[in-house]
T-cell receptor, first 118, second 111 residues
Framework: GAVVSQHPSWVICKSGTSVKIECRSLDFQATTMFWYRQFPKQSLMLMATSNEGSKATYEQGVEKDKFLINHASLTLSTLTVTSAHPEDSSFYIC??????????????FGPGTRLTVT | DAKTTQPPSMDCAEGRAANLPCNHSTISGNEYVYWYRQIHSQGPQYIIHGLKNNETNEMASLIITEDRKSSTLILPHATLRDTAVYYCIVRPLYNFNKFYFGSGTKLNVKP
């Protein structure tokens, strides 16, 4: 149980275009989802927290108009990278929390999406 | 911001126990210690968490010092598949607080 999927697993796009990444909790309802970015040989950096039905909260330094997050249901959150540039190329990872019935408080992570902007 | 300190890398022989230390000297009374690992180009995987008592599950054991300022993750019989970056994270339980990842420890399990 507690499986989180991401789609696509990798994507290549041209500079200036927008890319949408989906994060789904497959077998549980996630009241909170988190988005991370990871550059090569670096740790995960938290970008934003999304709660179902409300606006996402962004970490300091993360442009909310560039990284649009929508959490329309308890099983789906999307991250849209708008007007992507080569410096946005990275590994994007989502996680889901809010598993009160499990009583453990851990987050479950998706497999990640590799974005390459040319 | 990350509140933990870990060695950047460690080596371990296959079949031997891997002991990964973590320093969290500023931990608060309501904060748990979580361990995750990330195998190359995959999402992090939950390993174990604890508050003050030692914990054990099918993957690992977690030893937390009495003053809670440090902990050790123990993989009892490391295999090549345990080669990964291991992250120690502190955060409160049940309030959906964020996970802030530090730099982690790269564990290299060698044949």
């Amino acid at each position: 149980g507690a499986v989180v999927s991401q789609h696509p697993s990798w994507v290549i796009c041209k500079s200036g275009t927008s890319v949408k990444i989906e994060c789904r909790s497959l077998d549980f309802q996630a009241t909170t989802m988190f988005w991370y970015r990871q550059f090569p040989k670096q740790s995960l950096m938290l970008m934003a927290t999304s709660n179902e039905g409300s606006k996402a909260t962004y970490e300091q330094g993360v442009e909310k108009d560039k990284f649009l997050i929508n959490h329309a249901s308890l099983t789906l959150s999307t991250l849209t990278v708008t007007s992507a540039h080569p410096e946005d190329s990275s590994f994007y990872i989502c996680s889901a929390g809010g598993l009160l019935d499990r009583g453990s408080g851990e987050q479950y992570f998706g497999p990640g999406t590799r974005l390459t902007v040319t | 911001d990350a509140k933990t300190t870990q060695p950047p890398s460690m080596d371990c022989a296959e079949g031997r126990a891997a002991n990964l230390p973590c320093n969290h000297s500023t931990i608060s009374g309501n904060e748990y210690v979580y361990w995750y690992r990330q195998i190359h180009s995959q999402g992090p995987q939950y390993i174990i968490h604890g508050l003050k008592n030692n914990e054990t599950n099918e993957m690992a054991s977690l030893i937390i010092t009495e003053d809670r300022k440090s902990s050790t993750l123990i993989l009892p019989h490391a295999t090549l598949r345990d080669t990964a970056v291991y992250y120690c994270i502190v955060r409160p339980l049940y309030n959906f607080n964020k996970f802030y990842f530090g730099s982690g420890t790269k564990l290299n399990v060698k044949p």
